[in-house]
C-alpha cells in the first residue's frame, strides 16, 4: 500500500502595499457605487461587510455610528438608522463586540463567551458585583415586573427608604454590569438615552439558549474580521472584535488556513522591528485595480479605528484630541479622516452649527500621502456632508495647511464658501 501523499503547506501570497490598502477598501464596500436612493436593504448589505457599527455619543458634527453608513452609502435619512438600530427590531441589539456596538442579533451567541469572562471576573469575592448584590437585584426585579426601562425611570423609584445602601451611580453600574453579563440587553433608546430590558425580554429564546463553544465563536469571529479586513495581520484581526485570547487566536488561525478560508500572505513594508510581519488574506479578498471613491471617515470606522493598521496601511498617525486641552491640539477637537482613492489624503474638523446652519470646516490638513489635486474630491464631500446634515452653508477657517486649497475647490464654480476664524488661528 502506498504512503498517503503529504499535505503541502500553503505558500505564502505577496502584495504591495498598494495592493493591500486596495484590498482592505474593497473588502469595506468602498468600491460598490453609492445608491441613488438609501433603502433598508442597503444598510444591511453594509452591515453585512462590517459586522459591527461602534457607537459613539460625540455629536460636533455627526455621531460616530452614522458615519460609516455614510461613507460608504452617501447622504441618506439618518431617521432610517433611528428605525433599524434605536427601536426594538428583530435585526440589530448593542453589544461590546469592539467597544460599545450595534451587532446583529442572531450573533447573540457568539457573545456568550465574553459574557461568561465578565461573569467569572465579577463573582470574585472581593469584586463591585459581590458587594453590591442588592442594587443588582433590585434592577432585575424592577425589569422583571415593569418590562424596559430608562435609567431615569429607575432612579425616579430609587429605593432611597431602605437604608444607605442605594446610590445612584450604583445602580447605572448595575446596569452596565448586568448588560455585559449578558443578563440584561438594550431594547432601543430614546434620542441617545438607552432602555435596558432583561435578555429574554429583547433576545429570542432560540438565541438565548443556543450554545456555541468558546473556541468555535473565537474561530467564527476571526473569519469574520479576516472578511471584512480583506488581508490583515494577527493583531489587526484580533482588535477587530476585541480578542485577547492568544492561544484561542493561533488556533483559529491555523483552522482557517486549513480549510482555505484565510491564505498566508506577504504585505511589502507591512514590518515591526526590521522584520515582516505575517498576513493572511480572506479567500474572497479582491485587489481592485483602483478605488475610485472620496469619503469623510469617522475615527471608529473599521478601516482606521485600529491605529497600529492605520500607520501601517495607510500611513495615518491618528490620536483623537478630545481631551486635549483646546491650545494643545494638533488637528482639531475631532478631526475626520479624508480618503481619496486607496489613500487617507487628509482630516478635517467639522462642526455643525445648526443655528446658523452653517457646516464649520474648523480646520484642514494634509496627510503624507494627500496633494493639492485633491482638494477638489475633498470639496465634494464636504458639500455632501453638509447637504446629509440638512445645512445651507460652508465656512472655512484658516487653520490648518490644507484650508487654503479646500476653500478653493469649495468655491469654484462660483459657490459662496463663509470665513471664520479659529481660535488658534489668532495664537499663531
Do not use: C
Not at 67 to 96: C, K, N, Q, V, W
Not at 123 to 149: C, F, M, Q
Not at 271 to 294: C, F, I, K, N, Y
Not at 386 to 409: K, M, N, P
Amino acid at each position: 500500500m502506498s504512503a498517503a501523499p503529504a499535505t503541502l503547506a500553503p505558500v505564502t501570497e505577496t502584495y504591495s502595499a498598494a495592493q493591500a490598502r486596495r484590498m482592505a477598501l474593497a473588502a469595506q464596500g468602498f468600491t460598490r457605487a453609492r445608491p441613488a436612493a438609501v433603502a433598508p436593504r442597503h444598510v444591511h448589505r453594509v452591515m453585512d461587510r462590517l459586522g459591527v457599527l461602534q457607537i459613539d455619543s460625540v455629536n460636533v458634527f455627526a455621531r460616530s455610528h452614522y458615519m460609516p453608513l455614510f461613507s460608504r452609502l452617501g447622504a441618506y435619512d439618518p431617521a432610517l438608522l433611528d428605525r433599524m438600530f434605536h427601536t426594538r427590531t428583530t435585526h440589530y441589539i448593542e453589544y461590546l463586540a469592539h467597544e460599545a456596538t450595534f451587532v446583529p442579533v442572531d450573533d447573540w451567541p457568539l457573545w456568550r463567551f465574553r459574557m461568561d469572562d465578565y461573569r467569572r471576573r465579577w463573582e470574585k469575592p472581593d469584586s463591585w458585583a459581590t458587594a453590591n448584590r442588592r442594587t443588582l437585584d433590585w434592577i432585575r426585579d424592577e425589569l422583571a415586573a415593569r418590562g424596559p426601562l430608562r435609567p431615569v425611570d429607575l432612579r425616579d423609584d430609587a429605593p432611597r427608604e431602605r437604608g444607605s445602601w442605594w446610590d445612584w451611580d450604583d445602580a447605572k453600574l448595575a446596569l452596565e454590569h448586568l448588560w455585559r453579563t449578558g443578563d440584561v440587553a438594550i431594547s432601543g433608546r430614546r434620542g441617545f438615552e438607552r432602555i435596558y430590558a432583561l435578555a429574554e425580554q429583547v433576545i429570542p429564546a432560540a438565541l438565548r439558549e443556543r450554545v456555541v463553544p468558546r473556541q468555535d465563536a473565537i474561530r467564527e469571529l476571526i473569519r469574520r474580521a479576516a472578511r471584512s479586513s480583506g488581508i490583515a495581520t494577527a493583531s489587526d484581526l484580533a482588535d477587530y472584535y476585541r480578542i485577547r485570547d492568544r492561544p484561542s487566536i493561533t488556533a483559529a488561525l491555523a483552522d482557517l488556513v486549513d480549510t482555505g478560508e484565510i491564505v498566508p500572505a506577504h504585505v511589502r513594508g507591512w514590518e515591526r522591528g526590521g522584520r515582516p510581519l505575517a498576513a493572511w488574506r480572506h479567500r474572497d479578498a479582491v485587489v481592485p485595480r483602483s478605488v475610485r471613491t472620496a469619503a469623510l471617515l469617522t475615527p471608529f470606522d473599521p478601516v482606521v479605528w485600529f491605529r497600529d493598521r492605520a500607520l501601517r496601511a495607510f500611513d495615518l498617525d491618528y490620536r483623537i484630541e478630545i481631551y486635549v486641552p483646546a491650545h494643545k491640539r494638533r488637528y482639531g477637537y475631532y478631526s475626520l479622516p479624508v480618503l481619496v482613492g486607496d489613500r487617507i489624503a487628509a482630516r478635517i474638523d467639522l462642526r455643525a452649527d445648526r443655528a446658523s446652519s452653517t457646516l464649520q470646516v474648523q480646520s484642514a490638513w494634509w496627510e503624507p500621502q494627500g496633494h493639492r489635486d485633491d482638494a477638489e474630491s475633498i470639496a465634494i464631500e464636504i458639500v455632501r456632508a453638509a447637504t446629509w446634515q440638512g445645512l445651507e452653508h460652508v465656512s472655512v477657517s484658516g487653520w490648518g495647511d490644507a484650508s487654503d486649497a479646500v476653500r478653493g475647490a469649495l468655491g469654484a464654480g462660483g459657490r459662496t464658501v463663509l470665513r471664520h476664524v479659529h481660535p488658534r488661528e489668532l495664537s499663531h
